[in-house]
């Protein structure tokens, strides 16, 4: 099991972010990835690989303000 | 020239009236903190001239864009100003409203190659783009080059939604996010509760100059 956004989710050790990502449909671009309270930066999305018990957490943007 | 009087009064004697009602001990380290602000809209125009009128010494404006018509519903900005690059229309607002804050207003598109210049020497740094891509793109370059620098940004103030589920949230020890989290900017945005995200910002930025982290 990991854990993203406090939520546990099964079957992601072994993958990518960006399988996570691909697999929640989540709006890439508009996000940043916290890896166990580090920020992953985005050209690292294809090549960090997820472990047991890791903590993502995704913190998400939406537009409006400019 | 720099003059030595406003509205008939010595320069000391109108920056000490103006600051009067500051909360106390505030001032002097307000007007030593520098705000680098990223979006000249309708947070970032409203987030500069609340800090403006309390006092900090230095804003930095950053945007690329010119005053629109359709700007005027949220975004502080007059109908003589329209057509005018929007860092040049906010630095004039701002020195009418206080001619004691330093402002640069800077005409340039933020991209993950110039941020580490364009924001060298901030003591917060205020997101206020309105492109959420933008948005994930300034955060995740500003952890690499300063990651020590407090970051105030905002998701999620759109429509005419309860005021009350605009809230400040932080993130990450140096990372606050202010809004609702869900509403975009595509079924409308207006002045009200444009202001109470950017009042959430200009606050949190506030908060940190003080040295008070907590939300």
Redesign the interface.
Known sequence: MISVNGESVANQAGQTILALLTQRHA?I????V?LN?Q?I??PAFATTTLHTDDRVEL???????? | MTPTHLQGLALDTVYANMKDRNVADSTTALAAAHVIIA??????SNVAIALARIGVGELTLI?F?SVELSNLNRQQYKLSQVGMPKVTALKQNLQEFNPFVTVHAVIAKITPANVADLFAGATVIC???????A??ML??TL??VYPQVPLV??????GVHSANTIVTKR??EH?Y?A?D??????EG?MAPR?MI?AGHEANMVTRLILGQSTI
Do not use: C, W, Y
């Open positions: 709006p671009d508009n996000l940043v916290e309270g920020i930066h985005r913190i998400s943007f939406v537009g409006g303000g400019r | 979006g000249a809209g309708g947070l970032g945007d864009d997101e206020a783009f309105d492109d959420p891509a948005k994930a955060l995740d952890s690499g940004m905002a998701t999620g103030m759109a993130v990450r990372l996010i809004g989290g869900t509403s975009t900017g595509a945005l444009v995200a």
